[in-house]
């Protein structure tokens, strides 16, 4: 079985721009969930889905926003890059609500230049 | 939100046995601990997960003590390969992923 896709791998954008990330939960994962993580630091959290719901919300500016798709895949997009934006986005997969350990891509490697 | 205390870093030798320590004082009754080992630009991987007392697995062994507020992960006889970060994490497991709060981990050193 595939693990957690994230796509792009590295990406790099300028100041001001939008950025949309990907991500495919391993098959039969319906809560998908999208960290932040700057150098040198822990993952922090931006949104939590399941079943296409939002199930939480972390502390992080309306220029982030998230959805999942009928296929439980799910996009990341971030409007007016800062950047103070670039960092690994990290993606995480679970089988439904409950928390018996995470499952996580290879992120997304964004730089704003 | 039960916050956790572990070392900034810890070095350690090829065949050694690591114990990494967590503090969580607040911990509820509902929360378990979970913990993570994170290589660098790879996302955190799932190393094992624990209530109370023992909790060993193919990879480690997770010791909690009867009143909770600490964790013990135990890597037998670790080779270079582990150098990594190692986040403790403590939470409701039915509760949102925004409940459940890495911090900065710890950063394992294992040499030759």
């Known amino acids: 079985d595939a693990g957690v896709t994230q796509s792009p791998t590295h990406l790099i954008k300028t100041r001001g721009q939008h950025v949309t990330l990907r991500c495919s939960p391993i098959s039969g994962h319906k809560s998908v969930s999208w960290y932040q993580q700057v150098l040198g630091q822990g993952p922090q959290f931006i949104f939590q889905?399941?079943?296409?719901?939002?199930?939480g919300r972390g502390n992080f500016p309306d220029r982030f926003s998230a959805r999942q798709f009928p296929n439980y895949s799910s996009e990341l997009n971030v409007n007016a890059l800062l950047l103070g934006d670039s960092a690994l986005y990290l993606c995480?997969?679970?089988?439904?609500?409950?928390?018996?350990?995470?499952?996580f891509g290879s992120g997304t490697r964004l730089t704003v230049v | 939100l039960a916050k956790t205390t572990q070392p900034i870093s810890m070095d350690s030798y090829e065949g050694q046995e690591v114990n990494i320590t967590c503090s969580h004082n607040?911990?509820?009754?509902?929360?378990?601990i979970t913990w993570y080992q994170q290589f660098p630009s790879q996302g955190p991987r799932f190393i094992i997960q624990g209530y109370k007392t023992k909790v060993t697995n193919e990879v480690a062994s997770l010791f909690i003590p009867a009143d909770r507020k600490s964790s013990t992960l135990s890597l037998p006889r670790v080779s270079l390969s582990d150098t990594a970060v190692y986040y403790c994490?403590?939470?409701?497991?039915?509760?949102?992923?925004?409940?459940?709060?890495f911090g900065s981990g710890t950063r394992l050193s294992i040499r030759p």
């Open positions: 995480a997969s679970t089988t439904g609500t409950v928390h018996y350990g995470y499952t």
């Open positions: 994490l403590v939470g409701d497991r039915y509760s949102s992923a925004s409940k459940i709060i």
């Open positions: 607040n911990i509820a009754t509902n929360d378990y």
């Open positions: 889905y399941y079943e296409k719901e939002e199930r």
